[in-house]
């Protein structure tokens, strides 16, 4: 199976910040990566698909990058509506296989 | 407006079984895979299982902690997704979602829209 580490587990930031969450997987998925946010009570929604695509929909502060085994997703300015829990998942093959979780909490 | 809507969940005893349901809106249903994914409480994300669609001949994937216990099935003609779970333990307690399989023209499918989920618990 391929492991997805995401680092850090928690973030404490500000409104205004620049975020950066890491996401490693154990060999190379390509860019067969997506990001989720999710919010407490609620279900994941996609925000990146493919690595660095943005969903329809979703705002242009949030980007990611890379391939291979090393991905980011990037808030170039955290708002308000941002705190909650991010996760990277690839899809490059069986079992889907997601990180632990990025909990982006307010400082 | 995509809408997948889970049912069935509820309190279950240890080696029982349910049947999780997801009424899917919105969009052509039998075009896509659709999958499940749990989050037990206070945890991340698990995948659980993948059924693809009439042209890939339903077939399905699962992960190895519910492999053999779990079926995904589904029925295109009512929009539906179904999860049959037996011999069900302590930790699959979760909330289990149903998600869209989203291609967006590229080989790999993902995880493109999702439900609000449904909460099973296994306890005695």
């Known amino acids: 199976d391929i492991q997805m580490t995401q680092s850090p587990s928690t973030l404490s930031a500000s409104v205004g910040d620049r975020v950066t969450i890491t996401c490693r997987a154990s060999q190379s998925i390509g860019r067969w990566l997506a990001w989720h946010q999710q919010k407490p009570g609620k279900a994941p929604k996609v925000l990146i698909y493919k690595a660095s695509s943005l969903e329809s929909g979703v705002p242009s502060r949030f980007s990611g990058s890379g391939s291979g085994t090393e991905f980011t997703l990037t808030i170039s300015s955290l708002q308000p509506d941002d705190f909650a829990t991010y996760y990277c998942?690839?899809?490059?093959?069986?079992?889907?296989?997601f990180g632990g979780g990025t909990k982006v909490e307010i400082k | 407006e995509v809408q997948l809507v889970e049912s069935g969940g509820g309190l279950v005893q240890p080696g029982g079984s349910l049947r999780l349901s997801c009424a899917a809106s919105g969009f052509t249903f039998s075009d896509h895979y659709m999958d499940w994914v749990r989050q037990a409480p206070g945890k991340g994300l698990e995948w659980v299982g993948r059924i693809r669609n009439k042209t890939k001949s339903y077939t399905t994937e699962y992960a190895a902690s519910v492999k053999g216990r779990f079926t995904i099935s589904r029925d295109d003609s009512k929009n539906s997704l179904f999860l049959q779970m037996n011999s069900l333990k302590i930790e699959d307690t979760a909330v289990y979602y149903c998600g869209r399989g989203v291609d967006n023209g590229d080989p790999r499918v993902l995880i493109g829209h999702w439900g609000q989920g449904t909460l099973v618990t296994v306890s005695s």
């Open positions: 998942q690839q899809y490059h093959d069986y079992p889907l296989t």
